[in-house]
């Protein structure tokens, strides 16, 4: 017969699983790049943001996939 776990095991078990998840994603970081900012961006850069999204395919195809990206989230959980 196999004894469970005591509660000890189990969290020095759950530490060593995060410390592994933690430094993988430690890992990750450090190798994607960032984008290098320069000053400030331009505050009219807004300014006709409804107008560009109009006429790009990816906010057009957007638009009719969000609501069925949306519903399938809520129904699978």
């Known amino acids: 017969m196999q004894r469970k ?4 095991q189990s969290y020095e ?3 060593q699983r995060l410390a592994k998840s933690l430094e993988q994603v ?3 970081t450090e190798t994607t790049p ?3 900012y320069s000053s400030a961006p331009d505050p009219n850069i807004l300014k ?3 107008e560009e999204c109009e006429d790009s395919d990816f906010w057009q195809n957007f638009k009719k996939a969000a ?3 949306f ?3 809520i129904e699978e959980d």
């Open 26 to 28: 430690n890992k990750l």
């Open 34 to 36: 960032t984008p290098q």
């Open 67 to 69: 609501p069925i990206m």
């Open 48 to 50: 006709n943001l409804l």
């Open 71 to 73: 519903c399938v989230s």
């Open 5 to 8: 776990p005591s509660a000890k």
């Open 13 to 15: 078990k759950l530490t």
